[in-house]
């Protein structure tokens, strides 16, 4: 069993649209949870970053972490062409050790 | 404005022959990782540097080596890239203890072996 498991997609939607992206883990030891939004060709740039429990709303992004259930989930409300790019979810544990475990990534792509 | 910048964006190397991927970060961030990331997966790490301590993951080939000449510039080594090494390569960086954890990704370099 992966550490990290994240459904590949790809998800299309159309524009407006609520999406939801989500993550499991195995690690209860993780503490740090990121959302990571990465266009065709590019690298990974930071969307949302939550540490433990909770929610955190961004903009139009809100990130959630339910460490009971081991499952992250990332919303985009009002969902825009701009927004069609793979969403990889990363985390890590507390220990000082600087290593993050990435999911496969979700392509989402969103139809105008 | 960029923060973290890799060199080149793309390469194209033949079979065998030895590539360097290089690295450099304006943010003076202690800890340096390359990941390896092939069409449709997870970056796989690779290896980090804690300032100047190497960290080598356990299923890393010993074809990938790394050197850090200093906190702004790493490097990676292919020493005899095979097919299978095509992939895009990721640089990123990021400076634990400050309660900002996340770490920052230069923009890749696409590696093509032919």
């Known amino acids: 069993q992966k550490e990290v498991e994240q459904d590949p997609g790809p998800l299309s939607v159309p524009e407006g649209a609520i999406v939801s992206l989500n993550c499991t883990y195995s690690n209860s030891a993780f503490q740090y949870f990121m959302w990571y939004r990465q266009y065709s060709r590019k690298g990974p740039e930071l969307l949302m970053y939550?540490?433990?429990?909770g929610n955190k709303e961004d903009g139009r992004f809100t990130a959630q972490v339910d460490k009971s259930s081991k499952y992250i989930s990332l919303f985009i409300r009002d969902s825009q062409p701009s927004d069609s790019a793979t969403y990889l979810c990363?985390?890590?544990?507390?220990?000082?050790?600087?290593?993050?475990?990435f999911g496969t990534g979700t392509r989402l792509t969103i139809i105008p | 404005d960029a923060m973290v910048i890799q060199n080149p964006r793309y390469q194209v190397t033949q079979f065998g022959k030895p590539v360097t991927l290089s690295c450099s970060q304006t943010l003076n961030h202690n800890v340096m990782y390359w990941y390896q990331q092939k069409s449709s997966q997870a970056p796989k790490l690779l290896f980090h540097y804690y300032d100047k301590d190497f960290n080598n993951e356990a299923d890393t080939p010993d074809n990938f080596q790394s050197r850090r000449p200093n906190t702004s510039f790493c490097f990676l080594d292919i020493r005899s890239p095979g097919l299978g090494d095509a992939a895009m390569y990721l640089c990123?960086?990021?400076?634990?203890?400050?309660?900002?954890?996340?770490?920052?990704f230069g923009q890749g370099t696409r590696l093509t072996v032919v």
């Open positions: 990123a960086t990021s400076r634990p203890g400050t309660g900002n954890t996340e770490a920052f």
């Open positions: 990363a985390m890590r544990n507390n220990f000082g050790n600087e290593k993050l475990t």
């Open positions: 939550t540490y433990s429990s």
